[in-house]
């Protein structure tokens, strides 16, 4: 989970390392922060979802510590609501067009 405003610095970062494929989502959520106030038209009232954007990249193992660094850098500002990285294992992929498994269809 990222900022919206940093997509494209994230995308070519990993494309850079060679990260060929990602999925992008734009979602809306809240960390610690919990949102923030605004006032509209003198009226204040409470964003508690902000704009994210969720990135979903699959590596092999051999390159996550790479992808990670890439990504962690082009994303930070160093103020709150960053973002969030999540790494779950991937026990197998398909490429459904041919067959290809494991890390030859990533």
């Known amino acids: 989970m990222i900022q919206p405003f940093k997509l494209d610095a994230v995308k070519e970062a990993l494309i850079a390392v060679g990260c060929?494929?990602?999925?992008?989502?734009?979602?809306?959520?809240?960390?610690?922060?919990?949102?923030?106030?605004?006032?509209?038209?003198?009226?204040e009232y409470s964003v508690?979802?902000?704009?994210?954007?969720?990135?979903?990249v699959v590596?092999?193992?051999h390159r996550l510590e790479e992808v990670l660094k890439s990504l962690?850098?082009?994303a930070r500002t160093g103020k709150i609501g960053d973002g969030?990285?999540?790494?779950f294992d991937v026990p197998d992929a398909l490429r459904?067009?041919?067959?290809?498994r494991g890390e030859s269809a990533l």
């Open 20 to 43: 060929e494929g990602m999925t992008v989502t734009e979602v809306r959520g809240h960390g610690r922060q919990k949102g923030h106030k605004e006032v509209y038209r003198g009226q």
């Open 48 to 56: 508690d979802l902000l704009p994210k954007v969720k990135l979903e």
């Open 59 to 61: 590596v092999a193992e």
């Open 72 to 74: 962690t850098e082009a």
């Open 84 to 87: 969030k990285i999540f790494v």
């Open 96 to 100: 459904i067009r041919n067959g290809d």
